[in-house]
């Protein structure tokens, strides 16, 4: 624009000039926000492929990675799909994985439009307690599981003596899922939560305007509004599940039940000489599916548009009252909590106290400090801990940047393989711990260089990282979208760059997003361990690697010491992240 | 100020186009209307402007400045285009105050503190909320949301300012209000104005000139006056203000005169034409409601079209009466000052007062069914 105004033009106030656009510099020709977006696309590649390659590669090859002079084969596959169990594992997995997903929708959703949406008795309590499962880990809620319901459970024990039998099996794909199911609930919950959080509350005046009552409001207006956040937590539990370790492990091991990740499990890492080439095809067989999941997910999201509803224009929640049906939804959560997670963890605790636990005998009169002792005599053991923490709240940092980076890329710029780095934020989601491990320890021994990392905590945080990154981008993603476009056209017309327009604006808005991922992360860091059974070196172990060891060894007086301080990391954690949210989000 | 030249714009989406051939030159100061039905194309016009969109062909100029020309791939960011833009939601950003919202533009320009206070000030002063600077957006009504929304965009003074159907969200009487407003604050600032709405009333009385667009197609461009006594199509027609068509074909035309046999009733109207027709041709006769004439059957009335008609309905819309006419199969619309007529009446009209198009299309199949009635 140049500076000479007629006099119709807006006059500049006196002694000031008219501003001037703002420029960016570009570097080669681009701007930085396309740099950035390629960086991220780079990345984000990178860091997906060097597992998946080697384990590719392996799959066709007829001996080992390392060794030389391997010849290119589908032997593995034909081995893999003559061996007669492996139909059953396909069976049993798929079972698992619907059975845990449905029973999680069943949980997550209900609650999560009751505590958000509806007067609730204690309504903000409820909403606190029912995400709290979620921060303990499978592996944990396994042995609290099995402590209270196995068949030689405390509260088993006490039916048993009382009816006579024991009206469940725990050690079933049944029981798994449940178990599975009450454990991933609560982050379908917080996906759900945070999406009617969000949700403008004028679409649900205009209901109760044309007449509708509160429940025809629920499920016309409220419910469907639900749907991102249903799809991407559906798909992420479905795939979860699909590779989930812990409970398979724990209750299908004694009865010889076995699912992928068990098969892989055992294949792998039990036998003496591990058959690399089945592991590959295996693992490939498992990419196959996420594939599948993440096309439908993008072919059910790509109305996305049509959910976007916190436009420009502000708007306030209201809550809905149900009348009497409130109470017994209050009751339903109540028991949930009360019975999928608080008293298996307590018992859990309980158990870490005590010599011997079980009805049969007062558990009091064996308290005890012995099962801690026993941990903290052996350094490598305290090291866990230590090396634990370390990885979650790195990783937690690093995993939400790159989580944040990659949605802004994927869903807020023009950036030709943004949906490319859609599909590479999510593809880890059905990439079992166990493979991970197994493709990033063969990936750090054929790249240069790779020495450095292998064995060290870095391994262990970029293998978690990866893992954890579907996660963060899947909680950062919903609300995103919840964020209209035209407050970012709005900042484009009025002057920021792509990267300004996130810094000035975005940042801020998506803070909470932000802030729920870190924490989820560091949760999910935390609880992770089945990359870390290939990668870890002696002293680079985490909690959950030592729990299993414990475990096998029949020390499940210290698995319950070592869970119990796991839960208590984890709770100071979220508590104090919370705080600091509350801090810093009332703006 | 600026002027701004679009060129061969075409836009397309996937398969799909929207945009196809849009020229058009908007004068410095102006206040220049894209108008058009839902779905025509007038905001991803606004939006190739802006640079939100890209367009797939074509070129825009602003003061001289190209901003986009695919010819010579040149794509000028959006943020580097200073324009000024005010959105249909507005776009305040919620999580800022109204103040922090005119700040940003500023911030990103590295104004002085003292420069961005006058300049707040002033954008706040001339939309008239100073005193609310300190709430936040869900703290203001929808109509001052609106003003913020101005305020913002024009606080940085802009070359060009585009909006993109501001007015949409406010009541009636508000909307009536903000545009008499709207139009004395441009002619004030005098700044070069791009607004989209699909409002007639809205483009007529605010504009220089409208242009309407149809389907990706830039129809029209003029002035009101011109758009709604010269529409250059019947659709236009139909479009800005209401009008009464009747099919037909072509007699002959002498002297600039057409005379024209209704397909309704076989009576034959004159109608001034320019239009190379031949005999025989199908046209449609378009008529504005208030370019029609009622008098009794009983009364002597001289007029190039005297058609006899009887009235179906009356109506009184405030100052003056709107009636339903039987013609044939038509219900034929006339804006009356008299209320006193019934029964049957004598249609009157000059063969200045009727528009003439080729073809025998009526642009709304759906309003037409509605304008039938049995014979
Ligand atoms: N991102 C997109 N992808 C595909 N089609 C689009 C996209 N954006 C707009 N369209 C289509 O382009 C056409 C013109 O859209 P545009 O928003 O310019 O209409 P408009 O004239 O502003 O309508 P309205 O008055 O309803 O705002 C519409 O048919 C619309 O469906
Ligand atoms: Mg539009």
Known sequence: MTTTSTDKAVQPPAGRSILPAPKYPRVFGVGRGRLVQYGIFILLALFVLAPIVPILYQSFRDRPLYEAG?????????????????????????????????????????????????????????????????????????????????????????????????????????????????????????????????????????????????????????????????????????????????????????????????????????????????????????????????????????????????????????????????????????????????????????????????????????????????????????????????????????VSVLALLAVLVARRSPFKFARSVEYLALAPQAMPGIIVGIGFFWAFALTPGGGWVQGTLMAVIIAFGLRALPTAFGSIAPAIMQIGRELDDAARTSGADWFGTFFRILRTLLRPAFVGALILVFVTMMKEYSAALFLSSANTGVIGTTMLDLWVQGNTGSVAALATIQIAITAVFVAVANLFMKGHTDA | MPEVQVSGLHKKFGDVTVLNDINFTIREGEFFTLLGPSGCGKSTTLNCIAGLESPTAGSITVDGVPFVDTAKKLYVPTEERNLGMVFQSYALWPHMTVEANLVMPLAIRKVSKEEKAVRIHEALDTVGLAHLKDRYPHQLSGGQQQRVALARALVYSPSVLLLDEPLSNLDAKLREQSRAWLKRLQVELGITTVYVTHDQDEALSLSDRIAVMFEGNMTQIGAPAEIYERPATAAVAAFVGSCNFFTGRLEETRGGIARVRLDNTGLVVKVASTLALSPGDAVTVAVRPERLTITPASADVTGANVLDTSVLTRSYVGSRYEYGLKLGTNVVQVISPTGNLDGDVRLVFDADDALLYAGSNVPSAEAQELMTVAS
């Open chain 1, 70 to 398: 391997g010849l290119l084969t589908a032997g593995n596959y034909v081995k893999l799909f003559t061996d007669a169990g492996f139909g059953q594992v396909v069976l049993n997995t798929a079972i698992f994985a619907v059975g845990t997903t449905v029973l999680t929708l069943v949980i997550a959703i209900p609650m999560a439009v009751l505590v958000v949406r509806t007067r609730l008795p204690f309504g903000r309590l409820l909403g606190l307690s029912m995400q709290w499962p979620f921060f303990i880990s499978s592996l944990i809620l396994g042995f609290g599981w099995i402590t209270l319901y196995g068949p030689a459970g405390f509260i088993s024990v006490q039916l048993r003596q009382v009816f006579g039998f024991v009206p469940w099996n725990l050690y079933s794909l049944g029981g798994m899922a449940v178990t599975e199911a009450v454990g991933l609930a609560p982050i379908a919950y917080v996906f759900c939560a945070n999406a009617l959080r969000q949700s403008d509350a004028s679409l649900e005046s205009a209901a109760r305007v044309c007449g509708a009552g509160p429940v025809r409001i629920l499920f016309q207006v409220v419910v469907p509004m639900l749907r991102p956040p249903i799809v991407y937590s559906s798909i992420l539990i479905f795939s979860m599940s699909l590779e989930t370790l812990s409970v398979p492990l724990l209750y299908g091991t004694p009865v010889r039940i076995e699912v992928f990740s068990t098969f892989l499990y055992t294949n792998g890492l039990q036998s003496i000489s591990p058959d690399y080439g089945i592991l590959g095809a295996a693992s490939t067989l498992i990419l196959a599916v996420t594939i599948g999941t993440v096309a439908i997910q993008a072919k059910v999201l790509k109305n996305a548009q049509r959910f976007i509803s916190v436009r420009g224009k502000a708007t306030r929640p209201r809550l809905l009252d149900l009348g009497w049906i409130r109470w017994v939804a209050a009751a339903a959560i109540v028991i949930y909590i009360i019975f999928g997670a608080l008293l298996p963890i307590l018992g859990l605790v309980f158990r870490s106290f005590t010599m011997i636990f079980t009805p049969l005998q007062n558990p009091f009169d064996t308290l005890t400090l012995s099962n801690y002792q026993r941990v903290f005599t052996f350094p490598v053991y305290v090291q866990s801990i230590t090396n634990s923490v370390v990885v979650a709240a790195v990783g937690a940092v690093l």
